[in-house]
Structure formats: C-alpha cells, structure tokens
C-alpha cells in the first residue's frame, strides 16, 4: 500500500464549479499534510498546508483534515480554467521527520 | 525575493556520463531537499540537508547517487554512469527549516540516452 493515494483523473468541472480533490495516507499518527499545485511541465506549487482536523480556507481553496478516517481533501470554488493542473497531496513522515510522501496527483480540467 | 533556482534547466547526455545537478535555495533557508520526479508520479524524495550535513540520504537509490552542500546554501546532485533509467525531473525544494513547508525551485529535467 502506498503512504498516499490520489485518484489519477483526470477531473473534469465546468468553469465556476466547485472542483473537489481527494488524497487518503496511511500513516494513523501523520500530523502534517500539504497541497500543491503542478502545471504541465512546470514543478510543485505549495497552495496550503495544513495540520489540525476541520477546514482552512485561503482565498478558493479550502482543505479539510480527518485524521480518524486518513483523509485530507482541497475544494477549489469557482474553478477557472487556469486552475488546470495537477494536483499532489503531500504527507510528512512520522517515523522519519525529514521525509515528506507525495501522492501521484490527480489532474483536473476546468472547462469554459 | 527571489526563489529557489536550479541550473541546467535540462540536461541531455549519454548513457555511462557523470552529471552535476545545481540548486540554489531561497537565502536563509537551512533545510534543502532533493526529489525526483518521473512522469505521471508524484516526487520522489532523495535527501535531506540541514545546514551543511546530508541529515538524511535515506532516499538515494544507490551509491551512483551523492549530492553535497558544502557552504550549506548551494547543493549539487552528483550522478556518476548515468542509466537511461535515471532520466526524470530533478527538483530541489528549500525551507526555513524542516518543520516549514517546503518550496520547489523549476527543476532540471535529466534524459539519458
């Protein structure tokens, strides 16, 4: 089983929905938890970081935490299409401080 | 300020070559992390620099691979007999320090013939 796991996609919303990307770890004790954003041949982007169960917004986005059930997600409201990337959910390790895991991402389309 | 910048911004060479990949973090950041990125995944973690020690190069895949920091601000990723399988993205990530989220510099995309 794989640390982090993400839908591959690709996701496909309309233009001004609200676009939802999920990512569930395996780590029980995990404590820190990131989403990034991956334009096509571009590298990561940090969007949020996040480490305490509930919701953080910033902006469009939001991510909520579940730690009983290994699960963190990011909603993006009002989606445009230059919000067409790749997704990748981030873990740090617990066992090893220094490591972080990354999801493969899941790829989302927005469409005008 | 500026960002993490990494230099080549591609890398072509051939099969049995040795390589130096070149990453120049945000200023003042003590934590630097090297990633490996293939197509379709997510990245792979390398190592760890806090300061001038390799803290963790746990994620190195074998002993072709050896990266330094010796200033501890600019790193080098060192392959030696390149294989076509190291062909990948390179990226380098710095932090203020490793408890801090991290921040990609663009990457150095590797092909071996």
């Known amino acids: 089983q794989k640390e982090v796991e993400q839908n591959s996609g690709p996701l496909s919303v309309p233009e001004g929905a609200i676009a939802s990307l999920n990512c569930t770890y395996s780590d029980r004790v995990s404590q820190s938890f990131f989403w990034y954003r991956q334009y096509s041949g571009k590298s990561p982007e940090l969007i949020m970081s996040i480490y305490s169960n509930g919701d953080k917004e910033d902006g469009r986005f939001t991510a909520q935490l579940n730690k009983a059930s290994q699960y963190v997600s990011l909603l993006i409201r009002d989606s445009q299409p230059s919000d067409s990337a790749t997704y990748l959910c981030?873990?740090?390790?617990?066992?090893?401080?220094?490591?972080?895991?990354f999801g493969s991402g899941t790829k989302l389309n927005v469409k005008p | 300020g500026a960002g993490v910048s990494q230099t080549p911004s591609n890398k072509v060479t051939e099969k049995g070559k040795y390589v130096e990949l070149r990453c120049d973090p945000i200023s003042g950041h003590t934590a630097l992390y090297w990633y490996r990125q293939s197509l379709g995944q997510g990245p792979e973690f390398l190592i760890y620099?806090?300061?001038?020690?390799?803290?963790?190069d746990s994620g190195l895949p074998n002993d072709r691979f050896f990266a330094v920091r010796p200033e501890g601000s600019v790193s080098t990723l060192k392959i030696q007999r390149t294989e076509r399988g190291d062909s990948a993205m390179y990226l380098c990530?710095?932090?203020?320090?490793?408890?801090?989220?991290?921040?990609f510099g663009p990457g150095t995309r590797l092909t071996v013939l």
């Open positions: 990530a710095s932090s203020p320090n490793r408890d801090n989220e991290q921040f």
């Open positions: 981030a873990v740090r390790s617990t066992d090893n401080f220094n490591k972080f895991y």
């Open positions: 620099f806090q300061g001038t020690g390799a803290a963790d």
